[in-house]
């Protein structure tokens, strides 16, 4: 027994010197000096250092992340609408009713600056519509099939590639300091969670998103399913944040980070409780690296949720800090060097 | 560093050496050697053997445990409808139209079994009516304040006094062994979180269960709350449990554990995915130590969900493991010697 300790010291003696090599390069490599990192860096500190009045218990450390333009590309539309306007033309084939109805018409016309105007009760209809009836199981496969061949247009990459790398390191800096990192996102979760593991280190038990409701039943050959069924069951936007964190997690998170008027109630409710706490928003200020709009403009915002200049002084008010993707981030993706 | 990191080494050596002297005990002390402890042990090898045909990765180690009757008492009243009883009087103080309302009315005249007898739609009523406008704070911390005070009839215990000692044991061990274990309740989520952690090592993060919604809105002073509102999101029995798992965990669990048919769709659903599977469910034969009932009969068998021989029956046609807890258990609870 001693014998195969010593071993087990030795081995797990490397592992911690080879982490420590690693962390030479320090945590936040991708992050500029400046006040984003340095505000991360001293929350984590609050939050860990048992002599800090601030101390968060490991058992509390919850960090919530929106999805959408804060993990990753939201421009010019919502990669979960670009994957249900891609299963249009075979819903339509199917039911060629459809072919004259809103949405539908408007995305078989082809033009992506309209389907990005249509009122968001359109885009349940279109959800509901491309996903009804599936298996839970068949619609992570299409989700996922979907996602090996799909393209973004300005990169010519899949969209996961169109992760923000210095989200992606702030993400495991959290985990490596005890958190449990979730994604708190308007978008499906069932949508998420095909690529939440690998893409964020996210396990899909740590995705909380919009979702329909599922019915249980048995398939043909008496096999037990579930089935995507039309219902909107969470709607994970402005208030739905807090409420949906509040059903799947039960915690109030410690740090929260958003991009719009979407998230203001999720960061605002993270804000209000006591010990170490961290509200971030990250402003899209780069159009040479990623895009411009909100209050740095440029593009219009985002259908869902918009970092309007209302939220801007909420947060220099609210003590929130603002991440400037130009000034914060010294490289925006990982395939970048 | 390496000072460090040798003290380290020690610090750890002398954790795995009294682990190891702790399992010398065993896992699952509790239970008989048996086909219910057996079929534990025969799982939880083919789940995590690298070599074997049925191995599980560790991210997708699910097991999700029913709580009423499966891992505490549930005789002769659900705790949580006694917590809700003991609100009552206060309620109707504040409302004494109530007084003549059922199910106020049954409440108020002091009789359990009358109150057991009472159809579904009364409990929710009774739930929704004491819990209505409260703030989710506000609620824990009623919850944490009965439960610290409240006793068990028979025992006269507190009931967290009441958890089963061997699924304790069982708990552990799947974690032990790499499951992320989590509560699947018919019972209120926000009910069974005040108590999760501390009674059974499940953090609130992982119970499920029914529940109401919340609503996210500003206190008087403008701090931001949720309050609890009267409307059903999520019921988690029946075909509930399997489309509550997929909510809030996303996956297919590799165990289930249950004590009526409000737990057979989970099992079910359990079952019918590939890699080791394990589907057990708790037999309430021991009318000395705990009580009888379904097809041990001696009591009616508990409101929502029922051990039927039917579902008696279905378990030795699906490979089910019934536990006996007459036979398979050493010790039922704890404070026992």
Redesign the interface.
């Known amino acids: ?1 001693t014998g195969r ?2 071993k ?3 081995l ?2 490397t592992i ?2 080879g982490a ?1 090599t690693a962390r030479a390069a320090g945590p936040l490599a991708s992050w500029n000096e400046g006040p984003a990192r340095q505000a991360i860096l001293n929350f984590v500190r609050s939050a860990t250092d048992s002599a800090s009045p601030e101390f968060v218990p490991p ?1 509390e450390r ?1 960090a919530t992340f929106d999805q959408d333009g804060t993990l990753w590309v939201e421009q010019p539309v919502y990669p979960q609408v670009l994957y249900a306007i891609d299963q249009v033309p075979a819903l339509v084939e199917k039911c060629p009713d459809l072919k004259n109805q809103e949405p539908f018409r408007t995305i078989l016309a082809g033009n992506l600056e309209a389907v990005a105007s249509l009122p968001v009760q359109d885009f349940e209809k279109l959800f509901e519509a491309t996903t009804a009836g599936m298996t ?1 199981e068949e619609y992570s496969a299409s989700v996922r099939t979907w996602l090996a061949k799909a393209r973004n247009a300005r990169w010519n990459r899949p969209f996961t590639d169109l992760a923000y790398q210095p989200m992606r390191e702030l993400l495991e800096f959290l985990r490596t300091n005890g958190f ?1 990192t979730y994604i708190v996102t308007g978008s499906g ?2 949508f998420v ?1 095909v690529y939440s ?1 690998e893409t964020y280190g996210v ?3 740590q ?1 909380v998103g919009s ?1 329909d ?5 048995y398939d043909k050959d008496g ?4 089935t995507k069924v039309p219902k909107v ?1 969470l709607n994970d936007v ?3 944040k ?2 949906g964190i ?6 109030r998170p410690h740090a929260a980070v958003g991009n719009s008027t979407g998230d203001q ?1 999720m960061l ?2 993270t804000k ?1 409780g006591a010990g170490a706490r961290l509200a971030m928003l990250v402003l899209h200020d780069d159009p040479e690296r990623e895009y411009a709009y909100g209050p740095a403009r440029g593009l219009p915002d985002s259908r869902i949720g918009t970092f309007t200049q209302g939220l801007y002084d909420e947060a220099s008010k609210s003590g929130w800090t603002v991440i400037s993707m130009k000034n914060d981030w010294k490289r925006i993706f990982d395939f970048e060097e």
């Open positions: 027994m300790l010593t087990l010291a030795a797990l003696a911690l010197i420590a058992a919850i839970v449990k979760q069932d969670r593991a396990p899909p038990e995705v979702a409701a599922t019915r249980f039943g096999k037990p399913s579930l069951l402005f208030g739905g807090p409420e509040h059903l799947m997690i039960g915690r109630q605002e409710y209000a």
